[in-house]
């Protein structure tokens, strides 16, 4: 799979986990670490576990390795690593403290209905 199949299999997850606010930044040229950044919250700890887990679960269906997944058991802030992919799942309060979309406010933005498509 390549970064793109990669960024659209975690959206879906998200999504079909109730994740909130979705945004995905195209970081190619601007950072090492990553193509793209999936960036989501939800409202409780609860729920972010679940968006974590799914995504967790759907890259290992597919053969897709989670590289490092750090902040499950405070569910705070939760990232998937996935080598092109980083998906960043916050709880609400995190998400606008942190926030990363600011930070890495030149990186453009993706539509995120195309990678629910």
Known sequence: MNSRDILALTVKAGSDKKAEDI????????SLIA????????????????????????????GIPVKRLEGFDEAKWVLIDLGDVVAHVFHRDERSYYNLEKLWGDAPREEV????A
Do not use: P, T
């Open 113 to 116: 209905s195309e990678w629910l």
């Open 35 to 62: 193509d793209y950044f999936m960036i989501c919250h939800a409202n409780n700890e609860k729920n972010v576990q679940a968006i974590a887990r799914e995504m967790k679960e759907k890259a290992e269906e597919n």
């Open 23 to 30: 945004v995905v930044l195209n970081m190619q040229g601007i």
